[in-house]
């Protein structure tokens, strides 16, 4: 399968636009199921009222949030997809300028040193492209994620070495969830990642923090840790908005890897309550988008 280069940059301009507005029906869900367990009256109220910010944006037609993020696209290539990968990258930041400038978009993106923005949603590395390939023949697919500031400030990594077990883990992902409090904009998807290197294990804490609501660990040790820290989590009394509540996260996802024998890397990354994405799966038949 050939891919057209203007589609691709046409598709990357419309899936940011999409990821700001229209909140997946996962998360929509997760909302409703912790409305009809919050004890909390306070809590309740947040709730109710997050709940009808995503009604008022999707009948508005406006943003659910005003952070329009770090955008980062994760992209997927089938075995039997013929594309440069240069001019594929090229193509997504042409897009994800665009959605920018032509929609407009209010640029977050600046320098790390000098601070200047370019009101592109661009700059040095930026978007982040991540590419990974599967064994479907015909089929590329680009996932779209607008990372805002409050909940990629929630980040954390922690060298933990082998002595300290499970139990180790446990207590660094309860303690920066705590940390982190009110400042992520929960209810929370609390991202994990166990093993690996440092930059592996930052890497897998953020795709377990921008995994669907409902996914579970592919590892059997990393879905029982994903059931107890989710438990665990919605004990501390953070709540919706750090104001107080049972509704502290959706969940707790973890990823996990192998490691060296003398470590055990361990990463938090946090997702807000507005969890945006947006997806396109290209194939010889056309372009669906969705979630």
Do not use: W
Not at 231 to 246: E, F
Not at 279 to 285: D, E, G, S, Y
Request: charged share 25%.
């Amino acid at each position: 399968m050939d891919v057209d280069l203007e589609a691709i940059e046409e598709t990357a301009k419309l899936l940011y636009i999409r990821a700001l507005k229209v909140l997946p029906d996962d998360i929509k869900e997760g909302f409703q199921r912790l409305d009809a367990s919050e004890t909390d009256a306070t809590g309740k109220s947040i709730l109710a009222t997050m709940i009808q910010n995503i009604d008022v944006a999707e009948d508005t037609d406006n943003l659910l949030c005003q952070d329009t993020g770090i955008p980062i696209y994760n992209v997927t290539i089938g075995r039997g997809v013929a594309v440069d990968g240069i001019d594929l990258k090229a193509a997504i930041k042409k897009g994800c300028e665009r959605a920018t400038t032509e929609y407009p978009l209010r640029s977050s993106v600046v320098h790390p040193v000098t601070r200047e923005n370019e009101h592109t949603s661009c700059g040095r590395r930026v978007p982040v492209i991540n590419v990974d390939f599967s064994d479907h023949a015909d089929e590329l697919v680009i996932e779209m994620i607008p990372k805002g500031s409050g909940s990629e400030n929630g980040s954390f990594l922690k060298m933990c070495i082998p002595a300290e077990g499970v139990n180790g883990v446990k207590t660094f992902v309860i303690d920066r969830v705590l940390e982190a409090g009110g400042k992520v904009c929960p209810p929370t998807i609390v991202g994990v990642g166990v093993g690996g290197t440092a930059d592996l294990c930052t890497k897998l804490a953020k795709v377990a923090a921008t995994r669907a609501l409902g996914s579970v660990c592919d590892d059997p040790e990393g879905a029982k840790l994903e059931t107890q820290l989710s438990a665990a989590v919605n004990t501390l009394g953070i709540g919706p908005q750090g104001l107080g509540g049972d509704s502290t996260a959706f969940a707790v996802h973890v990823e996990t890897a192998a490691t060296h024998i003398t470590m055990n890397p361990v990463a938090v990354n946090i997702q807000c309550h507005s969890a945006r994405r947006a997806k396109a799966t290209f194939t010889p038949t056309g372009v669906e988008i969705g979630f």
